[in-house]
């Protein structure tokens, strides 16, 4: 009785867990409503609340872009504040500088809310507010 107890505690647990990973990971995108800027964020943990991820930014009608592309390389990084809401930086691949951001994941209607607190120094072509989805 207790090895089905333990078995059956340690099953829960696995799937609890990677519920929560895959809350926030992945790829989430927003378009503006005239069209012509999109954004592109591409999220993973590194452990239950610290989040690493990249942007992309097209902006002007792919006038100006503002991406991290490189493999090893993250734009964003995040810390959990509360429940489904996470603070950090991301840093303008266009200026090489750093803004504060929120992000909070709905998980009612599977989306993200990304807020650009404090804008990075310069020249840098990110949303102020972007409700984004996968």
Avoid at 51 to 69: A, L, P, T, W, Y
Avoid at 80 to 107: M, W
Wanted: glycine content about 6%; some cysteine; aromatic content about 12%.
């Amino acid at each position: 009785m207790k090895l089905q107890f333990s078995l059956c505690f340690l099953f829960l647990s696995i799937g609890v867990c990677a519920q929560q990973t895959q809350d926030l990971e992945g790829t989430w995108r927003w378009t503006s409503p005239n069209g012509e800027d999109n954004f592109e964020l591409t999220l993973e943990y590194i452990d239950g609340s610290k989040i690493r991820g990249k942007h992309c930014s097209v902006f002007h009608n792919g006038e100006k872009m503002d991406c991290q592309k490189r493999e090893n390389d993250y734009s964003i990084n995040l810390i959990k504040i509360a429940k489904n809401i996470y603070d950090g930086t991301i840093e303008s691949r266009y200026s090489a500088t750093s803004g504060r951001i929120r992000v909070q994941y709905h998980p009612q209607d599977v989306s993200l809310s990304f807020v650009l607190k404090a804008y990075p120094p310069g020249e840098f072509y990110l949303p102020d507010r972007a409700l984004l989805y996968r």
